[in-house]
């Protein structure tokens, strides 16, 4: 298996736009999870799923964040409109047996 | 609510030395612990997990955790470090599979 992909790997983006960052998990993984990453506040979650519904979302920092999982093997997470505190590394991550897989990450960058 | 506390932002241990990386955590009910790895522009990669049975458990790359449920702490060793050891450690708990929650991570730095 490919691990957990995640797509772009690196986004620059203007105030005020709207950002859609993607993932895929492992297949066969029934949870899926959305983390943000920053120096200052640590790995936070913001979202996670089981078998495609959202379970927990108290994490969300705020409505412009969203995130929707159609179907098992694609996930998005949208900021709508994006900010420059947006601005960090965003995690996918999918689980099977507790553990996590995490993905690559994408690098976003809020101007 | 849970939590993790790692306590130190650095370690620095010589290469062939034995390390320890410090966590203790908070949880109601019996927890899930776990230690995760990552190295730089990297995402997170599993290490090791305790749920139940003996305390000490053996993971990747020769690291081991020792679970002590009387001083709520699951410390991450191993016996002789690596240069290529040399990265960032997180510890998580859930008190249930599913949602962990983080420590802030600890940076391990070998020394050759």
């Known amino acids: 298996d490919a691990g957990v992909i995640q797509s772009p790997r690196h986004e620059v983006t203007e105030m005020g736009q709207e950002v859609t960052l993607r993932c895929k998990p492992i297949?066969?993984?029934?949870?899926l999870f959305w983390y943000r990453q920053t120096m200052m506040r640590g790995l936070e979650l913001l979202i996670y799923?089981?078998?495609?519904?959202?379970?927990?979302d108290s994490g969300m920092p705020e409505d412009r964040f969203s995130a929707k999982m159609p179907n098992a093997s694609f996930s998005t997470l949208k900021i709508q409109p994006s900010e420059p505190r947006d601005s960090a590394v965003y995690f996918c991550?999918?689980?099977?047996?507790?553990?996590?897989?995490f993905g690559s990450g994408t690098q976003l960058s809020v101007l | 609510a849970q939590s993790v506390a790692q306590p130190e932002d650095q370690v620095n241990v010589a290469e062939g030395n034995p390390l320890t990386v410090k966590c203790t955590y908070s949880?109601?009910?019996?927890?899930?612990l776990f230690w995760y790895v990552q190295y730089p522009n990297r995402g997170l990669q599993f290490l090791l997990k305790?749920?139940?049975?003996?305390?000490l458990v053996k993971g990747s790359y020769g690291f081991e955790a020792e679970f002590n449920k009387s001083q709520t702490s699951f410390h991450l060793k191993k016996p002789s470090a690596l240069v290529s050891d040399s990265a960032l450690y997180f510890c998580?708990?859930?008190?249930?599979?599913?949602?962990?929650?983080f420590g802030d991570g600890t940076t391990l730095t070998v020394k050759p």
């Open positions: 998580a708990v859930s008190a249930y599979a599913g949602k962990s929650t």
């Open positions: 799923f089981n078998n495609n519904v959202p379970i927990d």
């Open positions: 949880v109601s009910g019996n927890p899930y």
């Open positions: 305790y749920i139940t049975g003996d305390n």
């Open positions: 297949s066969g993984h029934n949870s």
């Open positions: 991550a999918s689980s099977q047996d507790e553990k996590l897989f």
